[in-house]
């Protein structure tokens, strides 16, 4: 099982729509946790970091469920250039420096 | 500030051959990793380094070296080409870890096809 998974997508929707993405993680002891953004054939960047208590940032939501061990990423109002490859990130910090990432989910959203 | 620098851009190897990526941050980060993201696949680490001097395994090493003489330079050698290493090269920096302080800045990427 990876350490972190992701459901792939991709996910198409209209400009305008609301969409969740989840990303469960198998390491108990996982203490950080990211949401970078890649776009095609370029390199990701930071999107947010995701707080135990829920964070957002403009028409971004990102949580955190421990006990469960997921965290999700919800995009609200979508636009045609929020289309990009999202990638789950999770930090053990007992292990300084060295971050896991997940496959990513692919977001189209069309006109 | 440049950031995150690598270079090359584009390197086609022959099976076998041996090259250097290189990569270089201004930023006085401590942290610097190598991965490899694959089609369709999220970014596995290499090594990574934790301060100069210091390195490390991540989770795909083989065939693969790394030193950090410096703060800012940490290049990744590649001993002996083979075409599983056909992929893309990110290379990234952190100024630290917790107290929110963990965002990794990542280089262009070298796209390496070997042959």
């Known amino acids: 099982r990876k350490e972190v998974e992701q459901d792939p997508g991709p996910f198409n929707v209209p400009e305008g729509a609301t969409v969740a993405f989840n990303c469960t993680y198998s390491n108990s002891a996982s203490q950080s946790f990211f949401w970078y953004r890649q776009d095609c054939r370029k390199e990701p960047k930071l999107l947010m970091s995701v707080y135990s208590s829920g964070n957002e940032d403009g028409r971004f939501t990102a949580q955190l469920n421990r006990a469960s061990q997921y965290i999700s990423l919800l995009i609200r109002d979508s636009k045609l250039s929020d289309s990009a490859t999202y990638l789950c990130?999770?930090?053990?910090?007992?292990?300084?420096?060295?971050?896991?990432f997940g496959d990513g989910t692919t977001l189209t959203v069309k006109p | 500030n440049a950031g995150v620098t690598q270079t090359p851009k584009f390197q086609v190897l022959k099976t076998g051959q041996s090259m250097t990526l290189q990569c270089a941050q201004d930023?006085?980060?401590?942290?610097m990793s190598w991965y490899r993201q694959d089609p369709g696949m999220g970014l596995r680490l290499i090594h990574y380094s934790v301060g100069a001097g210091i390195t490390d395994q991540g989770e795909v090493p083989n065939g693969y070296n790394v030193s950090r003489s410096t703060t800012e330079d940490f290049p990744l050698r590649l001993l002996s080409a083979a075409p599983s290493q056909t992929s893309v090269y990110f290379c990234?920096?952190?100024?630290?870890w917790g107290g929110g302080e963990e965002t990794q800045y990542f280089g262009p990427g070298t796209r390496l096809l070997v042959l």
């Open positions: 990234a920096s952190s100024y630290s």
């Open positions: 930023m006085n980060h401590e942290y």
């Open positions: 990130v999770v930090k053990r910090n007992t292990n300084a420096g060295k971050s896991t």
